[in-house]
Nanobody
Framework: QAQLVESGGGLVQAGGSLRLSCAAS????????MAWFRQAPGKEREPVAS????????YYADSVKGRFTLSRDFDKNMVHLQMNSTNPDDAAIYTC??????????????????WGQGIQVTVSS
């Protein structure tokens, strides 16, 4: 079983940057895909970015393309979501998820079995 721990959330001024991190651990853990989802108050959870652990398959929501970058740290079994040029619409609870079976950068929640606790991102204007 995988365990995910998010970090790096908090308050950021609009236009500023923030980096979210997700650490994965478990017995003989090897993720095949990792993703960030977010949910703002009153809205449905939506995929933000996803990446296959191996290869180069990536996905970015249209609303974050050019502003957010997802990267992998193979040595630490971590993914980082670099959030640049933030705006108030980015304010949400961000949750990391991982799949042990999907090899593509899936955006479907049901494809992800393990989820982190979620971390708050607040953008002030």
């Amino acid at each position: 079983q995988a365990q995910l721990v998010e970090s790096g959330g908090g308050l950021v001024q609009a236009g500023g940057s923030l980096r979210l991190s997700c650490a994965a651990s478990g017995r003989s853990f090897t993720p095949l895909a990792m993703a960030w989802f977010r949910q703002a108050p009153g809205k449905e959870r939506e995929p933000v970015a996803s990446i296959s652990w191996y290869g180069s398959n990536t996905y970015y929501a249209d609303s974050v393309k050019g502003r957010f970058t997802l990267s992998r740290d193979f040595d630490k079994n971590m993914v980082h979501l670099q959030m640049n040029s933030t705006n108030p619409d980015d304010a949400a609870i961000y949750t990391c998820a991982t799949s042990l079976t999907i090899v593509s950068a899936s955006t479907i929640s049901r494809d992800y079995t393990y989820w982190g606790q979620g971390i708050q991102v607040t953008v002030s204007s």
